[in-house]
Protein backbone atom coordinates (compact mmCIF):
# COMPACT_ATOMS: atom_id res chain seq x y z
CA UNK A 1 0.00 0.00 0.00
CA UNK A 2 0.87 3.52 -0.36
CA UNK A 3 0.79 6.31 2.47
CA UNK A 4 -1.44 8.77 2.60
CA UNK A 5 -0.60 12.75 1.20
CA UNK A 6 1.40 14.11 3.58
CA UNK A 7 3.72 17.52 4.16
CA UNK A 8 7.47 17.04 4.71
CA UNK A 9 9.64 19.54 7.38
CA UNK A 10 12.98 18.87 8.17
CA UNK A 11 13.64 20.45 11.34
CA UNK A 12 17.06 21.78 12.59
CA UNK A 13 16.23 22.78 16.36
CA UNK A 14 14.12 21.38 19.36
CA UNK A 15 12.30 24.58 19.35
CA UNK A 16 11.13 24.77 15.84
CA UNK A 17 10.28 20.91 16.21
CA UNK A 18 8.13 21.87 19.44
CA UNK A 19 6.28 24.55 17.64
CA UNK A 20 5.10 21.97 14.30
CA UNK A 21 3.77 19.45 17.13
CA UNK A 22 2.03 22.81 19.06
CA UNK A 23 0.46 23.53 15.76
CA UNK A 24 -0.76 20.01 14.32
CA UNK A 25 -0.86 18.10 17.52
CA UNK A 26 -1.70 14.42 16.64
CA UNK A 27 -2.16 15.41 13.31
CA UNK A 28 2.13 15.31 13.28
CA UNK A 29 4.05 12.15 12.71
CA UNK A 30 7.86 12.27 14.42
CA UNK A 31 10.35 10.45 12.23
CA UNK A 32 13.74 9.96 13.54
CA UNK A 33 14.66 6.45 12.24
CA UNK A 34 11.47 5.65 10.19
CA UNK A 35 11.85 2.01 10.89
CA UNK A 36 8.33 1.66 12.46
CA UNK A 37 6.47 5.09 11.47
CA UNK A 38 7.15 3.75 7.58
CA UNK A 39 5.30 0.93 8.35
CA UNK A 40 2.82 2.54 9.55
CA UNK A 41 2.42 5.30 6.76
CA UNK A 42 2.24 2.14 4.23
CA UNK A 43 -0.68 0.26 6.05
CA UNK A 44 -2.48 3.80 6.73
CA UNK A 45 -1.85 2.95 10.20
CA UNK A 46 -1.53 6.97 11.05
CA UNK A 47 -2.42 9.52 8.20
CA UNK A 48 -0.87 12.62 9.76
CA UNK A 49 -1.08 16.33 7.80
CA UNK A 50 2.76 16.74 8.24
CA UNK A 51 5.92 14.08 8.80
CA UNK A 52 8.51 16.07 10.56
CA UNK A 53 11.80 15.22 10.64
CA UNK A 54 13.89 15.84 13.55
CA UNK A 55 17.53 14.55 12.42
CA UNK A 56 18.91 17.67 11.55
CA UNK A 57 18.38 18.96 15.42
CA UNK A 58 21.90 18.60 16.83
CA UNK A 59 22.90 16.72 20.06
CA UNK A 60 20.05 13.96 20.01
CA UNK A 61 22.87 11.39 18.77
CA UNK A 62 24.39 11.25 22.02
CA UNK A 63 24.91 8.46 25.04
CA UNK A 64 25.67 10.71 28.44
CA UNK A 65 26.67 9.54 31.76
CA UNK A 66 26.06 11.61 34.85
CA UNK A 67 24.20 11.26 38.24
CA UNK A 68 24.61 7.38 38.24
CA UNK A 69 22.25 7.18 35.42
CA UNK A 70 22.84 6.99 31.45
CA UNK A 71 20.84 9.08 29.08
CA UNK A 72 20.21 7.84 25.64
CA UNK A 73 19.15 11.12 23.38
CA UNK A 74 16.30 10.79 20.80
CA UNK A 75 18.71 10.13 17.52
CA UNK A 76 21.15 7.10 18.75
CA UNK A 77 20.72 4.02 16.88
CA UNK A 78 20.06 0.47 17.81
CA UNK A 79 23.90 -0.11 16.10
CA UNK A 80 25.01 2.64 18.73
CA UNK A 81 24.25 1.20 21.57
CA UNK A 82 25.96 -2.29 20.17
CA UNK A 83 29.08 -0.46 20.84
CA UNK A 84 28.58 2.33 23.60
CA UNK A 85 30.93 2.53 26.77
CA UNK A 86 29.60 3.70 29.77
CA UNK A 87 31.75 2.46 32.25
CA UNK A 88 29.14 -0.05 33.93
CA UNK A 89 27.48 -3.18 33.14
CA UNK A 90 24.79 -1.53 31.67
CA UNK A 91 27.04 -1.21 28.30
CA UNK A 92 26.93 -4.98 27.59
CA UNK A 93 23.54 -5.36 28.70
CA UNK A 94 22.87 -2.64 26.23
CA UNK A 95 25.01 -4.14 23.91
CA UNK A 96 23.62 -7.83 24.11
CA UNK A 97 19.96 -6.59 24.02
CA UNK A 98 20.45 -4.46 20.80
CA UNK A 99 21.99 -7.73 18.51
CA UNK A 100 18.29 -9.22 18.87
CA UNK A 101 16.88 -6.10 17.48
CA UNK A 102 15.76 -6.96 14.04
CA UNK A 103 18.44 -7.08 11.27
CA UNK A 104 22.15 -5.22 10.82
CA UNK A 105 19.81 -2.36 8.48
CA UNK A 106 17.31 -1.73 10.52
CA UNK A 107 19.31 -1.39 13.46
CA UNK A 108 22.09 0.95 11.52
CA UNK A 109 19.00 3.31 11.29
CA UNK A 110 15.63 2.52 13.85
CA UNK A 111 16.59 4.73 17.05
CA UNK A 112 16.30 3.69 20.98
CA UNK A 113 13.48 6.41 21.49
CA UNK A 114 11.45 5.34 18.59
CA UNK A 115 11.37 2.41 19.93
CA UNK A 116 9.81 3.20 22.95
CA UNK A 117 7.42 5.71 21.22
CA UNK A 118 6.22 3.12 19.36
CA UNK A 119 5.54 1.04 21.99
CA UNK A 120 5.21 -2.32 20.77
CA UNK A 121 4.40 -4.80 23.61
CA UNK A 122 7.21 -6.92 22.07
CA UNK A 123 9.85 -4.45 21.84
CA UNK A 124 12.86 -5.44 23.71
CA UNK A 125 13.69 -2.00 24.57
CA UNK A 126 10.43 -1.30 26.27
CA UNK A 127 11.10 -4.26 28.02
CA UNK A 128 14.75 -2.98 29.25
CA UNK A 129 13.19 0.63 29.79
CA UNK A 130 10.07 -0.54 32.07
CA UNK A 131 12.53 -3.33 34.34
CA UNK A 132 15.12 -0.77 35.15
CA UNK A 133 12.00 1.66 36.40
CA UNK A 134 13.70 4.52 33.54
CA UNK A 135 12.49 7.77 33.00
CA UNK A 136 11.24 9.26 29.36
CA UNK A 137 11.72 13.02 29.20
CA UNK A 138 9.47 14.65 26.51
CA UNK A 139 9.57 18.24 25.54
CA UNK A 140 6.42 20.15 24.83
CA UNK A 141 5.09 23.62 24.44
CA UNK A 142 4.69 23.11 28.28
CA UNK A 143 8.24 22.64 28.79
CA UNK A 144 10.03 19.41 29.71
CA UNK A 145 9.43 17.00 31.86
CA UNK A 146 9.62 13.39 33.09
CA UNK A 147 7.51 10.20 32.75
CA UNK A 148 8.06 7.25 34.82
CA UNK A 149 8.35 4.05 32.35
CA UNK A 150 5.65 2.50 35.05
CA UNK A 151 3.36 5.04 33.72
CA UNK A 152 4.90 5.32 29.72
CA UNK A 153 3.20 2.78 28.02
CA UNK A 154 -0.65 2.72 28.24
CA UNK A 155 -1.08 -0.08 25.81
CA UNK A 156 -0.17 -1.31 22.31
CA UNK A 157 1.53 1.85 20.28
CA UNK A 158 -0.14 4.23 23.10
CA UNK A 159 2.00 6.25 25.53
CA UNK A 160 1.42 8.81 27.81
CA UNK A 161 3.09 11.86 25.87
CA UNK A 162 0.89 14.58 24.77
CA UNK A 163 0.66 15.53 20.93
CA UNK A 164 2.66 18.01 21.47
CA UNK A 165 5.52 16.56 23.12
CA UNK A 166 8.36 14.36 21.59
CA UNK A 167 11.04 12.49 23.19
CA UNK A 168 14.26 14.17 23.68
CA UNK A 169 15.95 11.34 26.27
CA UNK A 170 15.94 8.08 27.77
CA UNK A 171 17.35 7.84 31.60
CA UNK A 172 18.66 4.65 32.68
CA UNK A 173 20.20 3.59 35.88
CA UNK A 174 23.48 2.25 35.67
CA UNK A 175 23.60 -1.13 37.36
CA UNK A 176 26.92 -0.74 39.12
CA UNK A 177 30.08 -2.65 39.66
CA UNK A 178 29.47 -6.23 40.46
CA UNK A 179 26.11 -6.59 38.42
CA UNK A 180 25.41 -9.11 36.53
CA UNK A 181 22.71 -9.64 33.62
CA UNK A 182 20.99 -11.65 31.26
CA UNK A 183 19.26 -11.61 28.46
CA UNK A 184 16.87 -14.73 26.41
CA UNK A 185 14.75 -14.24 23.96
CA UNK A 186 12.29 -16.49 21.70
CA UNK A 187 11.22 -15.82 17.95
CA UNK A 188 10.17 -17.73 14.87
CA UNK A 189 12.74 -16.13 12.74
CA UNK A 190 15.67 -14.31 13.38
CA UNK A 191 13.95 -10.94 12.07
CA UNK A 192 10.59 -11.58 14.13
CA UNK A 193 9.07 -9.75 16.77
CA UNK A 194 10.31 -11.18 20.25
CA UNK A 195 7.40 -14.30 21.02
CA UNK A 196 8.72 -13.85 24.21
CA UNK A 197 11.97 -12.56 26.14
CA UNK A 198 13.47 -11.73 29.25
CA UNK A 199 16.23 -10.03 30.77
CA UNK A 200 17.16 -9.54 34.46
CA UNK A 201 20.08 -8.26 36.78
CA UNK A 202 21.37 -9.48 39.94
CA UNK A 203 23.81 -7.97 42.35
CA UNK A 204 25.08 -10.20 45.19
CA UNK A 205 26.68 -9.11 48.19
CA UNK A 206 27.41 -11.40 51.12
CA UNK A 207 26.10 -14.44 49.30
CA UNK A 208 22.98 -12.90 49.32
CA UNK A 209 20.77 -11.12 46.57
CA UNK A 210 20.58 -7.35 47.60
CA UNK A 211 18.98 -6.07 43.94
CA UNK A 212 17.43 -7.83 41.33
CA UNK A 213 15.56 -6.04 38.07
CA UNK A 214 13.34 -8.11 35.40
CA UNK A 215 11.67 -7.41 32.58
CA UNK A 216 9.50 -9.32 30.51
CA UNK A 217 8.58 -8.72 26.76
CA UNK A 218 5.11 -9.78 24.87
CA UNK A 219 3.73 -10.94 28.55
CA UNK A 220 0.82 -8.83 28.18
CA UNK A 221 -0.35 -5.64 26.02
CA UNK A 222 2.42 -3.13 27.43
CA UNK A 223 6.22 -4.27 29.01
CA UNK A 224 6.01 -5.97 32.42
CA UNK A 225 8.38 -5.36 35.35
CA UNK A 226 8.24 -8.73 37.43
CA UNK A 227 8.21 -6.93 40.65
CA UNK A 228 6.71 -10.49 42.71
CA UNK A 229 10.24 -12.42 41.14
CA UNK A 230 12.34 -9.81 42.26
CA UNK A 231 10.49 -10.03 45.99
CA UNK A 232 11.33 -13.47 45.80
CA UNK A 233 15.03 -13.17 44.91
CA UNK A 234 16.12 -10.28 46.78
CA UNK A 235 17.59 -11.33 50.67
CA UNK A 236 18.02 -14.77 49.59
CA UNK A 237 21.23 -17.31 48.89
CA UNK A 238 21.66 -17.96 45.32
CA UNK A 239 20.26 -21.68 44.49
CA UNK A 240 18.79 -23.60 41.53
CA UNK A 241 15.48 -23.83 43.53
CA UNK A 242 15.56 -19.95 44.33
CA UNK A 243 15.74 -19.20 40.57
CA UNK A 244 12.85 -21.94 39.33
CA UNK A 245 10.65 -19.69 42.35
CA UNK A 246 11.60 -16.86 40.95
CA UNK A 247 10.76 -18.08 37.52
CA UNK A 248 7.23 -18.78 38.23
CA UNK A 249 6.78 -15.30 40.18
CA UNK A 250 8.04 -13.37 37.00
CA UNK A 251 4.98 -15.40 35.02
CA UNK A 252 2.60 -14.73 37.32
CA UNK A 253 1.67 -11.34 36.39
CA UNK A 254 1.81 -12.14 33.02
CA UNK A 255 -1.67 -11.61 30.76
CA UNK A 256 -0.15 -12.46 27.04
CA UNK A 257 -2.36 -12.32 24.28
CA UNK A 258 -3.51 -14.60 21.93
CA UNK A 259 -1.58 -14.70 18.20
CA UNK A 260 -2.09 -17.26 15.50
CA UNK A 261 0.86 -18.87 16.24
CA UNK A 262 1.38 -18.44 20.42
CA UNK A 263 -1.70 -19.49 22.68
CA UNK A 264 -1.25 -17.54 26.18
CA UNK A 265 -0.30 -20.84 27.86
CA UNK A 266 2.53 -21.55 25.81
CA UNK A 267 3.70 -18.11 25.67
CA UNK A 268 3.66 -18.43 29.76
CA UNK A 269 5.72 -21.30 29.10
CA UNK A 270 8.09 -19.73 27.55
CA UNK A 271 8.78 -16.73 29.39
CA UNK A 272 9.12 -18.99 32.68
CA UNK A 273 12.12 -20.86 30.79
CA UNK A 274 13.29 -17.45 29.55
CA UNK A 275 13.22 -16.21 32.51
CA UNK A 276 15.08 -18.51 34.24
CA UNK A 277 17.90 -18.80 31.58
CA UNK A 278 18.61 -14.96 32.25
CA UNK A 279 18.92 -15.60 35.89
CA UNK A 280 20.88 -18.76 35.63
CA UNK A 281 23.13 -16.25 33.24
CA UNK A 282 22.74 -13.14 35.54
CA UNK A 283 24.31 -15.15 38.85
CA UNK A 284 26.87 -16.66 36.67
CA UNK A 285 28.54 -13.64 35.63
CA UNK A 286 28.97 -12.52 39.42
CA UNK A 287 30.25 -15.85 40.51
CA UNK A 288 27.34 -16.86 42.09
CA UNK A 289 26.78 -20.15 40.91
Excluded at 26 to 32: F, G, K, N, Q, T
Excluded at 49 to 55: K, Y
Excluded at 170 to 179: E, Y
Excluded at 239 to 263: F, K, N, Q, T, Y
Aim: aromatic share 4%; hydrophobic share 45%.
Amino acid sequence: MKSSPFAYQRISSLTAAVAVLAEHGDRAAVLAGGQSLLIDLAYRNVRPEVVLDINGIPGLAEVRVGDGQAEITALVRHRQLERTHVGDPLDRLLAAIAHHVAHPPIRARGTFAGSVAWAHPAAEWCALVTGLDGEIMVTGRSGERGIPAAEWFLGPHRTAARPDELITEIRLPLLGAGTGFGFAEHRRTHGSFAMAAAFATVHVANGRIDRARIGLANAADVPLRAHAAERVLTGEEVSEPLLAEAADAAVSAADPVREPHCSPDYRRQVLRVLTHRSLRQAVAEVGAT
